[in-house]
């Protein structure tokens, strides 16, 4: 099974710019279609955006649409969240998951559809 660890949360100003990694290990990332979910304090996990095994799709919750980029390195083992234009609303946990896909082209949008998650970064948007 794949391991998954985020990186590069932080605390960022109002219409300041992330860029979240999640690096894999333990089994090849192109084997999994990828997401990155968020959760606030009291609040449940919700849906940012996900990406296909080959990277050719992408999906974005409406909330992050235009302002959040996902991306894919199987070469590197790892999944990027670029996020540009941050609010205070898009502060919380921020979590990667992964699912195991057979076609190349699927993607996951609802978290019971993911088996394996990393432990969370968190992003503050803050003046």
């Known amino acids: 099974q794949v391991q998954l660890v985020e990186s590069g949360g932080g605390l960022v100003q109002p219409g300041g710019s992330l860029r979240l990694s999640c690096a894999a290990s333990g089994r090849a990332l192109s084997d999994y279609a990828l997401g990155w979910f968020r959760q606030a304090p009291g609040k449940e996990r919700e849906f940012v955006s996900a990406?296909?095994?080959?990277?050719?799709?992408?999906f974005y919750a409406d909330s992050v649409k235009g302002r959040f980029t996902i991306s894919r390195d199987n070469d590197k083992n790892t999944v990027y969240l670029q996020m540009a234009s941050l609010k205070p609303d898009d502060t919380a946990g921020y979590y990667c998951a992964g699912a195991v896909a057979t076609s190349t082209h699927t993607y996951y949008s609802d978290k019971r559809d993911y088996h394996y998650w990393g432990q969370g970064t968190q992003v503050t948007v803050s003046s």
């Open positions: 990406i296909s095994r080959t990277g050719a799709v992408t």
